[in-house]
């Protein structure tokens, strides 16, 4: 009896609590692991296009290893509480108290983000597994790696279609409201197994409020483009006003269609991967004739000068296109580097998405046709 009148109590004054405020307002509180970021700002964004493209709503001091929004919403939207240049989370925003521990991105406190949190314990505990069953395959010693390789590819497969396969399923209650577009946005159109044909499909499904979303836009524009550039197309040209090193206009119909095999690099000097890539790329502009083959490296995304700094540290001796930022990836719908594509000797693209280590025997396929 004492336990049903203090529950009763309990919930008649959440219920005041809440008759009381707006019925837009939201609190945000969000918490840091440790100090290091005390009397730094935390923003609150929203987003046109990409991660990169987003408007900032509001701004808090970090006090205390938190800090706090306050403000009122209609509607929900898509957001991120950014801390620094690579520390984000992303969240809905909508009407509640939200809170968000920075250190796992857990968020709860409002309908849509409990939803959202249980999609990511979802997503966590499938990858925790999938971890589990990747080291257990780099670490067995009676495979070979060609069939750690196989191994590795349908664990990936796995994993990712298990995700797709929650995500849709959430999707089909939140096609109207910002968790749909983030559910979307994030697991679906970026799920590692999709390609056009089947984004095609479900975008087809998705509905209005779902694919007039800048960022959602936006990659369908970038699938549009890796349709309009797959192979058997013929390479799309594009000038870069200041490209060539001596800060000349250079065009990428300088290089590609003109009688050689090429192959084409995407990269930045931030991107390990990236620069992973170097000896393999190296091997191959040192292997083969030049009256045959080539090499063009484009630096995307990045800086001039440490553009320049990780040519001279990576002993990148070929052809170079520089400062091309994202016009080459948007004509490409590049989403991610290294991106490498080998280009016929007439302009047709013959390759995309090269993985590194089959560079030579692609390229010795192709020469010796």
């Known amino acids: 009896m ?41 923003r609150l964004v929203s987003f046109n296009t990409s991660l990169r493209d987003n408007n900032v709503l509001d701004s808090a001091l970090i006090v205390n ?14 957001c991120g509480i950014f801390s ?4 984000r989370v992303l969240f809905v925003l909508e009407p509640g ?56 590819d349908s664990l990936i497969t796995d994993y990712s279609q298990k995700i797709l396969d929650r995500g849709t399923s959430l999707l089909n209650n939140h096609r109207n409201d910002a968790l749909g577009r983030l559910v979307f946005w994030m697991d679906i159109a970026n799920n590692d197994i999709m390609d056009a044909n089947r984004y095609k499909a479900l975008i087809n499904e998705a509905g209005n409020y779902i694919t007039s979303y800048g960022p959602i836009e936006n990659i369908t524009m970038r699938y549009n483009a890796q349709e309009a ?76 000068d440490e553009t320049l700094k990780a040519m001279s540290q990576l002993n990148m001796t070929w052809n170079h296109i520089i400062d091309a930022n994202t016009i080459p990836t948007d004509l490409y719908g590049i989403n991610g580097i290294p991106h490498l594509m080998l280009i016929g000797p007439d302009g047709t693209i013959l390759h995309r998405g090269l993985a590194p280590n089959n560079i030579m025997s692609v390229v010795k396929e192709h020469l010796n046709k």
């Not at 809440?18 to 009397?39: H, K, R, V, W």
């Not at 620094?84 to 520390?87: I, K, L, V």
């Not at 991105?105 to 849509?112: N, T, V, Y």
């Not at 000097?269 to 080539?294: H, L, T, V, Y």
């Open 2 to 42: 004492k336990n049903t009148t203090v529950l009763g109590f309990m919930a008649a004054a959440a219920l005041a609590f809440y008759s009381c405020s707006p019925s837009d307002s939201y609190t945000i509180s969000c918490q840091y692991p440790d100090n290091s970021l005390n009397g730094t700002y935390a």
């Open 65 to 78: 290893q938190t800090a706090t929004f306050n403000g009122t919403i209609p509607n929900s939207e898509v």
């Open 84 to 87: 620094g240049p690579r520390d």
């Open 97 to 152: 108290n939200i809170t968000i521990n920075a250190e796992n991105d857990h968020i709860a406190g409002s309908p849509l983000n409990d939803e959202w949190a249980t999609f990511r314990t979802y997503s966590d505990s499938v990858n925790a597994s999938a971890e589990e069953s990747y080291n257990g395959i780099v670490l067995n010693r009676t495979i070979t790696t060609a069939q750690k390789n196989v191994l590795v």
């Open 229 to 304: 550039t797959s192979a058997g197309h013929m390479f799309t040209d594009f000038t870069i006003p200041n490209g060539n090193l001596d800060g000349s206009s250079v065009s990428f119909s300088d290089y590609a269609g003109k009688g050689k095999l090429l192959l084409v690099d995407f990269w930045a000097s931030w991107c390990g991967p990236c620069r992973r890539a170097m000896p393999n790329i190296a091997e191959a502009a040192n292997s083969f004739p030049a009256d045959k083959f080539q090499v063009l490296s484009i630096a995307v995304w990045d800086e001039h």
